[in-house]
């Protein structure tokens, strides 16, 4: 018995239909059956007419990789859609894992992921460079994650001078996680360092603000914002912020 | 006086030109002149043929973005081209360094940085899904980094149970250091940990292999390879790694 489905997960970009690559918009064309979050199908409006589109409410992840691998069980071609980068935080690894836990059972098309820009490089270059040497990313959100494991995470970013990526800094239910990374950060950087604050990037209310380590709890958060924390060579230039290739003599050879 | 000129910095994304972005297109085509690494110029002949392209051999980073800013500031229309994403390790650091530096005495245009699919989340999508939860990315490369602030980062991400991106992990001169690496990040990790090693991500001679943290070392790696290893979370899936998104009960709710 041969399967006659497939299966993608892609990555659509931060927002703007601009920021899709030519492969996802290919993996969506290709597709029958579109999953995915209710606000992402505005973004494809174009792509996806002739198609059957799912559409579900904010979380509700897994089922809708439950579907999504159904589906293409029952022999559909099936494409299941995330904002940014679907491998970062995104529905890649749902999907993968649901169809790792049927696999003994069924015949299953191969799980096809389509990278996408994703929102860390988008806020970066929004931002300037802030990536331009190693950084960690780490999620504040404990829902999934012990607060251990988190704090943890921060404390090694901030000791050992990683340009540090905050997903998910606050939401309506997690307020005091984000000033307790600052205050994990904050000792281990000198006050000026420069950090990014970018909200709904390449969205229509995109906004992009440049502050310090210091005064970064200033600056209002939440779970459309991602933070970037420079490191010891990061400088600040105008709006932009940028951490360069290298350190000491780097730029004069 | 007003400068006349624009001064983009774009990411093509991994070498398909299916990884290019819309965004990045449409930088490309409003450029007049467009300067890069000369292999980059294949992947993007259709869209600069009309164009001034001024390619360098590798290397030569700082002169690409001199002339770059140089050529902005006597008006004309400049697209730095880089692989993968501009701002990771790429040419936007450097373009915005140059920028900095000459803006005390003359009028640049804005230096806009456009996003790409990075090397990073290119390799992690042929390997399945292995950015799930919270990750860091050290490159393996002491030309510019002493080797102790690498070490020191290979030591926090190992503790800290980060999946760990390694770039750049061997090249004809450096050949000890991905060893090192291993060494360092092995006691830190059950020995079956899975470890994704990808060679020329969407490029012709792509090769994605999926090995252990105890087996990564008979792998061959060299400047285009990007090695992803586990964290405690990580499983291997026939010949795909996945992270889950949480800990604990994470996908039962």
Not at 214 to 234: C, F, K, R, W
């Amino acid at each position: 018995m041969n399967t006659t489905g497939s299966l993608s997960v892609i990555g659509l970009g931060p927002g703007d239909p601009a920021t899709l690559t030519g492969q996802a918009r290919a993996a969506l064309q290709q597709a029958r059956v579109v999953i995915g979050y209710s606000g992402y199908f505005a973004w494809v409006q174009e792509l996806v007419q002739e198609k059957e589109c799912i559409a579900f409410p904010l979380q509700q992840e897994m089922a809708r990789a439950r579907l999504a691998v159904d589906r293409a069980r029952q022999g559909d071609a099936v494409c299941v859609i995330s904002s940014g980068d679907a491998g970062i935080y995104g529905m890649a690894s749902l999907v993968l894992e649901v169809a790792a836990q049927s696999a003994p059972h069924t015949l299953l098309p191969e799980v096809v992921v389509v990278p996408g820009v994703s929102a860390i490089t988008a806020c970066a270059a929004l931002l300037g460079a802030p990536l331009g040497h190693d950084f960690a990313v780490i999620s504040l959100s404990d829902l999934l994650t012990p607060w251990e494991v988190i704090e943890k995470r921060l404390l090694a970013a901030a000791a050992a001078d990683f340009v540090t990526v905050l997903l998910n800094p606050k939401s309506a239910r997690r307020q005091w996680q984000y000033g307790r990374a600052q205050a994990i950060l904050a000792p281990q950087r000198a006050p000026e360092t420069p950090v990014g604050v970018v909200r709904n990037a390449y969205r229509p209310q995109q906004s992009v603000q440049l502050t310090t380590v210091s005064a970064m709890l200033e600056a209002q958060v939440d779970m459309l914002t991602t933070v970037i924390v420079g490191n010891s060579q990061t400088r600040g230039w105008q709006s932009r912020m940028v951490t360069p290739r290298g350190y000491a003599v780097a730029h004069t050879r």
